[in-house]
């Protein structure tokens, strides 16, 4: 839904990670904006994912993804607004920037609101 052209349809190769990415036997997939005439940017909105964090025990998320100044955004905000403690992938998201700056100031949000800029090469396994 949405403004946008049409992306990431459930069952279409645009919908999968890429084959680089292991997705675990036991992962839970949570999907988002499954209704044509209603855009949800944050993975929060109208979905199964803080039930699911909640009941795993899961306090800390590390979110990155496309785009910086939507969805990452609405996402991120929803989670410190749920009380979880985030951590922005800095190298894992890149902006649409309708707008050329939009994408530098989504993220200088983040930041304000609370989330924590990560880098994915400090990450260890």
């Known amino acids: 839904g949405g403004p946008w052209p049409v992306h990431c349809v459930a069952g279409t190769p645009g919908s999968l990670p890429p084959a680089e990415f292991e997705v675990p036997a036991s992962a839970v997939i949570i999907y988002k904006a499954i209704d044509p005439d209603w855009e949800a940017y944050s993975a929060f909105h109208h979905t199964a994912l803080d039930r699911h964090?909640?009941?795993?025990?899961v306090r800390r998320l590390f979110i990155g993804g496309l785009a910086t100044d939507y969805c990452v955004m609405h996402t991120v905000t929803d989670a410190l607004s749920l009380g979880y403690v985030v951590c922005l992938l800095l190298d894992g998201i890149t902006a649409v920037n309708v707008h050329p700056d939009d994408g530098?100031?989504?993220e200088q949000d983040m930041l304000r609101l609370g989330a924590t800029p990560v880098r994915l090469e400090t990450l260890t396994a």
């Open 104 to 106: 530098r100031l989504a």
């Open 53 to 57: 964090l909640r009941a795993l025990g």
